[in-house]
């Protein structure tokens, strides 16, 4: 079916046209699309209107009527304030039957309006669902939201006021489990979104109302930390304990030539060589600061000949 066409009287009295509408709204609802919602609850609107199908198969008009409702509630961002308050009195329970997110529709509609503009409308909202007449087991909306309002006062709530009254009610504690979840639901959006103004940050909103990006995960592989300089690298064996000290007269070895480790295993010992054997490559030895070089004098031997 396209969206935009509108049904004739003698399509809309087709039962089999009534599930394939159903079956093209199912998706819409559940994943809630916005824009095709809103148009769709629109164009059957008009065409029970045009066809006037209540008059003829009041039955069959009414199935159409709570598809609108449900499409209606989908599409509560999009329609304007007027709708959106007679949805709320009329209809608000509807959405909760049907497991539409009604947190995320309504955030979405009040974080559409500026701020000033928010709380005027989050007041009339207010006010719509404190007078619903549609009931959760033996109470009216109304009547709940009484009780609770007089359970504990809204200033000393908390997120476990909702939790809170469920149990030490007794009406409520009484509800199956399903109504129950419903009352809580309802206590949580009145709390949160209509008992005070909601102000939140942008990324709040997009969050809330199913806008955020998904975070990406990186496929960069995360540096390791440099090795501390106190600790020798793995490859690299500590010297024994017996190792002998190094002459007081040798000096540190050249920057510009590192000296090579040999491990333990591999390294003469001081009984096999002498003392000057023990580290495999000469050492140049620096003058001292202050020190006088000796003076060779005298007739110098060649000790080779």
């Known amino acids: 079916m396209n969206n935009s066409k509108q049904l004739t009287a003698e399509q809309l009295k087709n039962p089999d046209i009534l599930e394939k509408i159903r079956k093209l709204a199912e998706p819409i609802i559940w994943h809630m699309q916005t824009k095709e919602a809103y148009n769709l609850a629109l164009n059957l609107e008009k065409s029970l209107v045009a066809a006037n199908l209540k008059g003829i198969e009041p039955e069959l008009d009414k199935s159409y009527q709570d598809l609108i409702n449900k499409l209606k509630l989908t599409a509560l961002p999009m329609l304007n304030n007027e709708q959106t308050i007679q949805i709320v009195n009329e209809h608000f329970l509807d959405g909760l039957k049907d497991n539409i997110d009604m947190k995320n529709r309504l955030a979405a509609k009040l974080f559409s309006l500026p701020l000033t503009p928010r709380d005027e409308f989050r007041q009339q909202l207010q006010r719509a669902i404190k007078s619903n007449q549609q009931k959760i087991g033996p109470w009216s909306i109304e009547q709940w939201l009484a009780d609770y309002n007089n359970f504990i006062e809204p200033s000393k709530r908390t997120n476990i006021s909702p939790r809170e009254y469920l149990i030490q009610n007794h009406q409520a504690s009484t509800l199956a489990e399903d109504d129950k979840n419903k009352l809580y639901t309802l206590f949580h959006i009145y709390d949160h979104f209509l008992l005070v103004t909601p102000v939140v940050s942008e990324e709040e909103i997009r969050r809330i109302s199913g806008q ?94």
């Open 212 to 305: 955020a990006t998904r975070p990406t995960i990186s496929t960069k592989a995360t540096p390791s930390p440099a090795p501390s300089q106190s600790s020798p690298p793995s490859d690299i064996q500590p010297a024994p304990l017996s190792a002998p000290k190094s002459s007081p007269q040798t000096s540190s070895p050249s920057p510009t030539r590192p000296l090579k480790t040999v491990p333990p295993s591999s390294r003469p010992t001081e009984s096999k060589l002498g003392r000057r054997d023990i580290y495999q490559e000469p050492i140049e030895e620096s003058t001292r600061p202050g020190q006088i070089e000796p003076k060779i004098e005298g007739n110098i031997v060649d000790l080779k000949r």
